[in-house]
């Protein structure tokens, strides 16, 4: 497969977001059925897991987007062993959830690796070639050969979409910041039980010069050249 190399701009907040294709990944976080849907994780933390729906159409066209350019495209998933062992104690006591992290719920086993709450909803499942990295917590680098993974690549720049936006997408563009990656939020493709947290978010990323990236809704992604497939 051969990516195009041209510069492309998004003109975003707070200002222009330039990204070559070819040195560009997509980042979907943690659309898992545990989040999005009736009687998982989100829900049984006394959250109306109605308010993530919003972000499904528009993270679907975004990866339609990408797979269209050619991008590497990463789905995250927040989940653990079976045993608990890369769960701490105080995170899965934390709050008061009517079903803890390991305990069995109406998907399986509540945030277990391989139980069907975990996996991702059927609008946004991984195609074939795509990357599912599995994470114990809420940034994607912690624990997990992600950032091995982008430098082999040659990644230089990230989009990210996902849930929640103050939570694990919020956490991942950071740690990617601290490690040089150049980020992008699309912000009607992520969301959160609290709107307004979402909203909040969003302002943190782009203040002070965007101080962890940049945003910009779908409609300001270029079109991308379609990818070069040999015998497609």
């Known amino acids: 497969m051969r990516i195009d190399d041209t510069p492309l701009d998004v003109p975003a907040r707070p200002g222009p977001f330039r990204f070559r294709a070819a040195h560009t990944a997509l980042v979907m ?3 898992q059925r545990d989040f999005l849907e009736p ?27 990408a797979r269209a350019g050619g991008l590497r495209i990463i789905h995250t998933k927040e ?23 390991g305990d069995p719920g109406p998907m399986g086993r509540i945030l277990i690796d391989g139980e069907p709450g975990s996996d991702f909803i059927a609008e946004l499942a991984p195609l074939a070639g795509e990357t ?3 994470k114990p917590g809420k940034g994607a680098f912690y624990g997990t050969a992600l950032g091995r993974m982008l430098a082999d ?6 989009i990210f979409a996902g849930v929640t936006t103050e939570v694990c997408v919020q956490s991942t ?28 978010t969003i302002e943190m990323i782009v203040a002070q010069g965007g101080i962890v990236g940049w945003a910009a809704p779908l409609v300001a992604l270029p079109a991308l050249p379609a990818a070069d497939i040999p015998g497609a």
């Open 29 to 31: 976080i943690d659309m």
């Open 39 to 65: 009687g998982g994780f989100g829900e049984a933390l006394g959250n109306d897991v109605s308010h993530l729906r919003a972000a499904v159409g528009p993270a679907r066209a975004l990866l339609d987007w």
């Open 79 to 101: 989940c653990h062993r079976p045993d608990l062992s890369d769960c701490p104690p105080a995170k899965r006591e934390r709050g008061l959830p009517s079903l803890r992290i």
């Open 132 to 134: 599912v990295l599995t």
């Open 153 to 158: 690549w040659g990644i230089t720049h990230l």
């Open 173 to 200: 563009m950071r740690e990617a910041n601290d490690r040089g990656y150049d980020c992008l939020l699309v912000t009607d493709a992520t969301a959160s039980y609290f709107p307004e947290f979402r909203d909040a």
